[in-house]
């Protein structure tokens, strides 16, 4: 699932190619909807981009979003959404229900390539059967439900305002940190690397956590958000998922060595997820058991 950093990288790459230093901001040309399940709004018609110019790219949490002539494209690329840019999309029109391609934006600069074949522009995709993919055409965005129950963004949060967070809450810190009505922006993956180079069990309880250990961990998600979003800065956004695959250490890595200790990087299995961590280095080095009781094996 893309999370803040790539959908930091995603917001620079659109706003290089949108909305260019050296020319006018992208005309939209066309929308295309491949897959009616994508679009989560009717009040506003997707006819109604067209025409009008770009005028801002942002993120919200791990939303994208895109104002455009006065409405705004908020898009949230769940599990297993991508956005796929394309110098030129050919002249070819989408089939609904035919392949991933749920959503398909053209764009046109200054009124150049309108009507031609090499309009550029992206594509919204979506791999597997489940389809969780979303798109929103709004007057504003917090009109997206996931949008306004957004907590604080996690690059936001001074060191005070995390510290009363965790000694609030009762629940798991890997829970918490994936709440995006707590803290916004981190994932499944992300929490798993913040919580390993922080050296605390998924399973630790927020509130349990003494002064140095909240302050460790909060410089410690600052630290590796601001180097990841650093890394994904300026890619091209088919290179992003590759740039977040190579620099992760414990999430997808199960029965790799952990480069910290070498010990052996474990996994616990949920209905719908997994969570992978160092025993060595999170949890004692006692393996974490079953995943509802939250004990030791002993």
């Known amino acids: 699932m893309p999370e803040m950093p790539e959908v930091q990288g995603l917001v620079d790459f659109l706003r290089r190619k949108l909305i260019p230093d050296d020319g006018p901001p992208a005309v939209v040309v066309d929308v295309e909807v491949a897959s009616f399940s994508v679009l989560k709004t009717a009040q506003v018609p997707v006819q109604a981009l ?3 110019s770009v005028q801002s790219v942002q993120r919200r949490g791990k939303f994208l979003v895109l104002q455009i002539g006065g409405k ?28 991933p391609i749920a959503l398909r934006v ?6 150049k390539d309108a009507g031609t074949g090499d309009q550029p522009g992206f594509d919204l995709t979506e791999a597997g059967t489940r389809k969780s993919l979303a798109a929103y055409l709004v007057e504003e965005p917090d009109e997206v439900p996931g949008i306004a129950r957004l907590g604080p963004d996690a690059l936001e949060m001074d060191l005070d305002s995390f510290a009363g967070l965790l000694k609030s809450h009762t629940g ?7 709440d995006q009505s707590k803290v916004a922006g981190i994932g499944n993956a992300y929490s798993d690397e913040i919580l390993h180079a922080a050296r605390l069990s998924p399973f630790v309880h927020a509130n349990r956590l003494d002064d140095d250990a909240v302050a460790i961990l909060h410089a410690t998600m600052r ?3 601001q180097t ?7 890619k091209p956004a088919k290179e992003l998922k590759d740039t977040k695959r190579e620099a992760l250490r414990v999430h997808a890595r199960t029965g790799e060595p952990c480069p910290v200790c070498g010990d052996t990087v474990r996994e616990v299995s949920f209905a719908d997820s997994s969570l992978q961590y160092c025993p060595t280095c999170q949890t004692g080095g006692k393996p974490l058991a079953d995943r509802r009781t939250s004990k030791f094996l002993k």
């Open 50 to 52: 067209t025409g009008t």
């Open 72 to 99: 705004y494209l908020v898009m949230h690329l769940a599990r297993a959404g991508w956005l796929r840019w394309s110098d030129s999309l050919g002249t070819v029109r989408l089939k609904p229900g035919k392949g």
């Open 106 to 111: 053209r764009f046109a600069h200054g009124g």
């Open 172 to 178: 798991q810190i890997k829970g918490l940190l994936r």
């Open 223 to 225: 630290q590796m958000l």
């Open 228 to 234: 990841a979003i650093t890394a994904a800065s300026g």
